[in-house]
T-cell receptor, first 113, second 117 residues
Framework: AQTVTQSQPEMSVQEAETVTLSCTYD???????LFWYKQPPSRQMILVIR??????QNATENRFSVNFQKAAKSFSLKISDSQLGDAAMYFC??????????FGTGTSLTVIP | DAGVIQSPRHEVTEMGQEVTLRCKPI?????LFWYRQTMMRGLELLIY????????DSGMPEDRFSAKMPNASFSTLKIQPSEPRDSAVYFC???????????????FGAGTRLSVL
């Protein structure tokens, strides 16, 4: 069965600094998708970044980038130049080609002014 | 576009009562998902629909839970009878086939926080 593990329940970062959130997953499939979602206090789940497993190139979206290590089944999120608005819960998610979604338990990110 | 709309935002009920959560997907989306979020288990997929038809309900925890999608613009998740362990945030998400198959992207509502006393 697929599982997604986020081993850091809480993280903090100084404003303008860089922080990396960890995620590992377990799967026997060779093709799949990985995601990072942000959940601010409003509870909305906002897609931050997405990675296709068949692509070796790491995805980037402005200040957000991932380090995708397929062999190690690792998918970390790097936030550069952290801003106060980045404070939220961050969820790592896995989706198989059958469109089943599995989420980690989340990492709460605090941005210190 | 107003996005995925869920109601109510908060629901407080007593054990044994029936609870109905509602979701209006984004217009034109043909996939709809119901998730439950708890501190212990994180975000779990309960059921999803394609063109109003339930495709996979393997995540529905037990017979007390049921979901319907009578038309393309409305879905309900019902819990009868409710129990304290059902307390959680319930999310609805929708997507269009193009976004789903090409990008595997879902669009989430703001969730309903359910408290069963």
């Amino acid at each position: 069965a697929q599982t997604v593990t986020q081993s850091q329940p809480e993280m903090s970062v100084q404003e303008a600094e860089t922080v990396t959130l960890s995620c590992t997953y377990d799967t026997s499939e060779s093709d799949y998708y990985l995601f990072w979602y942000k959940q601010p206090p409003s509870r909305q789940m906002i897609l931050v970044i997405r990675q296709e497993a068949y692509k070796q190139q790491n995805a980037t979206e402005n200040r957000f980038s991932v380090n995708f290590q397929k062999a190690a089944k690792s998918f970390s999120l790097k936030i550069s130049d952290s801003q106060l608005g980045d404070a939220a819960m961050y969820f790592c998610a896995y989706s198989s080609l059958s469109r089943q979604f599995y989420f980690g338990t989340g990492t709460s990110l605090t941005v210190i002014p | 576009d107003a996005g995925v709309i869920q109601s109510p935002r908060h629901e407080v009920t007593e054990m044994g009562q029936e609870v109905t959560l509602r979701c209006k997907p984004i217009s034109g989306h043909d996939y709809l998902f119901w998730y439950r979020q708890t501190m212990m288990r994180g975000l779990e997929l309960l059921i999803y629909f394609n063109n109003n038809v339930p495709i996979d309900d393997s995540g529905m925890p037990e017979d007390r839970f049921s979901a319907k999608m009578p038309n393309a613009s409305f879905s309900t998740l019902k819990i009868q009878p409710s129990e304290p362990r059902d307390s959680a945030v319930y999310f609805c998400a929708s997507t269009a086939q193009g976004d789903f198959f090409a990008k595997n992207i879902q669009y989430f509502g703001a969730g309903t926080r359910l408290s069963v006393l």
